[in-house]
C-alpha cells in the first residue's frame, strides 16, 4: 500500500497534485491513499508518524504556516525515518535550497512552475526506490526473518497445512501464511504473478519461461508450472514488465 501525504495550504496546488497522482497510478496494478494537511498540528504529527501504515510518499510545500516544507522533512528523519521518499515543492528559485537536502535525505526539489512533468518523473523513481528495498516479514522458529521482495523467486503452497515454502536465489524459509493471504500481501507488487493456485512467482527472477511446455525457469536455478489459463497473461506481464 502506498501513502501519498500532501503537506500544501494552497488548495488549488493541492488538487494538481491529487489530479497527477490519480492519473499517474491509475496506469499502475497498486493501491494507495492520499491524505491532505494544510497545517501542522498535534494531530497530524500523530496520524503521519503513528497511524498511517504501509510505504509513505511525502509532497511537502516549502512555505506552510507553522511549519515549513523542510522543517516537516527533518522531523520526519528525526523520527527515524530514513526509508519513505521525500519530495520538496516550492514556488521559488529551487537552486537556492540546495545546502539543506542532504541532511533531510530528499528525493527531489520540484518547481511549481514546472509541477506537471517533473512530479510524474520524481513519482516514478520514488515508488522504484519503495519496491526495491520491501521485504517480506515474518516468524520462523524464535527468529523474526526479513527476505527482500528482490531476493524471492517464488512462493509454493505445502501440502497438508496452511504454510508455504519461499524459494529465494539462495535459500528457502517455511510461513505459517496460506497463499491467498501472501497474494493479499504481495499483491500490490508489480512483480508478483500467481501463476496457478499454489505459487507465486516473482517476474524479475524467471530466466526462462518454457511457453510450449508451460514451465518456468528460476534464477535459483529451479523450475515450477503455469496453469493453462494463467499462460497468456504471464507472457504478457513478462513482456511488458518494468524492472524493479
Known sequence: MFNFIIYEDDKAMKNIYVDIIHKFMGNKN????LYYFSRYSEEMEDKVFNKICG???????????????????????????????????TGYDRYSYLGVTSRILMLDFISKANIETELVRSLNI?????????????????????????????????????????????????????????????????????????C?????NIKVFD??????????????LVARDKKRELKDRLMNKVKL
Open 55 to 89: 510505504k509513505k510518499i511525502y509532497l511537502l510545500d516549502v512555505e506552510v504556516p507553522g511549519m515549513s516544507g523542510f522543517e516537516l522533512a527533518k522531523e520526519i528523519r528525526d523520527s527515524g525515518d530514513w526509508f519513505n521518499q521525500i519530495i520538496i515543492i
Open 200 to 204: 507465486i512467482v516473482n517476474l524479475n
Open 211 to 224: 511457453i510450449d511446455k508451460n514451465i518456468i525457469k528460476f534464477k535459483n536455478g529451479e523450475t515450477n
Open 126 to 198: 520514488a515508488i522504484n526506490i519503495l519496491n526495491m528495498h520491501a521485504s517480506l516479514s515474518f516468524k520462523q522458529n524464535s527468529e523474526i526473518i526479513q527476505v527482500l521482495y528482490s531476493d524471492i523467486c517464488y512462493i509454493e503452497k505445502n501440502l497438508n497445512d496452511n504454510s508455504a515454502t519461499i524459494f529465494t536465489k539462495n535459500n528457502k524459509y517455511t510461513i505459517r501464511c496460506s497463499i491467498n493471504n501472501l497474494m493479499k500481501i504481495l499483491g500490490d507488487d508489480p512483480r508478483f504473478f500467481k501463476c496457478h493456485r499454489s
Open 30 to 33: 497498486s493501491n494507495y491513499n
